[in-house]
Each structure stands twice: as C-alpha cells, then as structure tokens.
C-alpha cells in the first residue's frame, strides 16, 4: 500500500501548483513516522514522488492518476488515503479550490462513504479551521 500512499500525497501536495512548507513538512513526516511509509528508502519515496511529477508532465489529468491508484487500494485503504489527502491538502491552513477539485475527484472515483468523508470534513475544520 505504501507506493499509492505516497502518490496520492503528493498528487494532494501539487494540487493547487505550489508546494507549501507546510505540506513538505507533513509529507516529510509521513515518510519517517507512518507505518506503512516509514519503512521505504529514501530512493523509493522519491522514485513515488517523481513517479506522479512525470505523470503529471506527460500531461495525464488527476482523475485518472486517482483511479489508477485507488485500483490498487482496498476500501479501508481508501479511506486512510483520502483522510491523509485532506490533511496534505488543509495542512497550510487553507483548502483552495484546485485542492477541492481534488478531493471531491477522489470521493467520486473512490466512492468514500459519506460518513468518512463528514469524519473528516470535521477533523480538518477542527485541526486546521478549513471548511
């Protein structure tokens, strides 16, 4: 699960085309404190990185970078993806509308339940005062 994890991070990080201090730090303390990401090498966390900056490049849209990944995911991973996706996304204090683009993009594609997605819809109203 680690590899889609990572990409969807970082796919929720680029969202908006700006890569905040804030988001760099999550992601970097994802990468040495999540279970399932903390045991990667630092070389196969960048291939992950890079792996979505050349998707990105080659001009594929972000609706079929979701889908691609959540083929890979069961539904409760699913559902860990898209609450970390948030938090990327809320982590500098702001949810712009590139940012909602992109969660509402996962919440379609992945069909998250919408009792997980009011979960953390308040999680993030309550640690990052975003709606």
Known sequence: MSKPIVQIL???????????????????????????????????????????FTKKEAGMRDAHIVEVLGEQ????EKNTAYGLAVEVC?????????????????????KIKKKVIEAVRLSSQIRYSVS
């Not at 995911?73 to 409760?76: D, G, I, K």
Request: hydrophobic share 35%; charged share 25%.
């Open 90 to 110: 809320a982590s500098n204090y702001e949810i712009v509308p590139p940012e909602t683009d992109l969660i509402k993009c996962i919440e379609e594609q992945w």
């Open 73 to 76: 995911l069961s539904e409760n």
């Open 10 to 52: 970082v796919l929720a990080a680029m969202s908006d085309n700006q890569f905040h201090d804030e988001e760099k730090a999550l992601l970097n303390n994802y990468k040495n404190y999540y279970p399932t990401i903390r045991n990667m090498t630092q070389e196969e966390f960048n291939q992950e990185c890079a792996a979505v």
